[in-house]
């Protein structure tokens, strides 16, 4: 896991939490609504490395930890319609995907193993071989 209930509430208040995860008026967190949202900002940041690293991520940087968080903290936001999501909460969702879209294109480094050697800038890589080819070079050059 990226992040944890108690990396939660080192950001967000025990009520506050509480406020966002009892649907069932337990006056207590919901674990479950907890873990829900902790795997939707997982996949999501998988999806922003995939390609770039090796996936499952071997340790957790802090950066990644961070960024769970508030991806995870938006995520709870955001389950509840009438419950007003602050532009704090707003802003670091946006600064979170502006910083997955950086580590995507290498701009930042998580300073971990990569899976072979990332692509660079307006590169393009292709699983095609020579052999692959409908037209030859020498069919190519005769047009």
Do not use: H, W
């Not at 949202?37 to 940041?45: D, F, G, K, M, Q």
């Not at 690293?53 to 769970?68: C, G």
């Not at 946006?94 to 995507?104: A, H, P, T």
Request: charged share 30%.
């Amino acid at each position: 896991m990226y992040c944890s209930l108690e990396d939660l509430k080192k950001q967000i208040q025990e009520d506050t939490l509480i406020q966002l995860t009892d649907d069932d008026q337990s006056s207590q967190i919901d674990s479950t609504i907890i873990d829900e949202a902790v795997i939707y900002s997982e996949t999501l940041i998988d999806g922003y490395l995939r390609g770039r690293y090796v996936l499952p991520l071997a340790s957790v940087p802090a950066v990644i930890k961070i960024l769970a968080v508030d991806l995870t903290i938006y995520r709870l936001y955001s389950r509840r319609f009438q419950t007003e999501t602050s532009d704090a909460v707003t802003e670091k969702y946006k600064n979170s995907i502006k910083i997955l879209e950086q580590i995507q294109r290498g701009i930042i480094s998580l300073g971990i193993e990569t899976a072979g050697r990332p692509p660079e800038l307006g590169e393009y890589r292709t699983n095609k071989t020579f052999e692959d080819r409908r037209f030859s070079k020498q069919a190519l050059n005769e047009y």
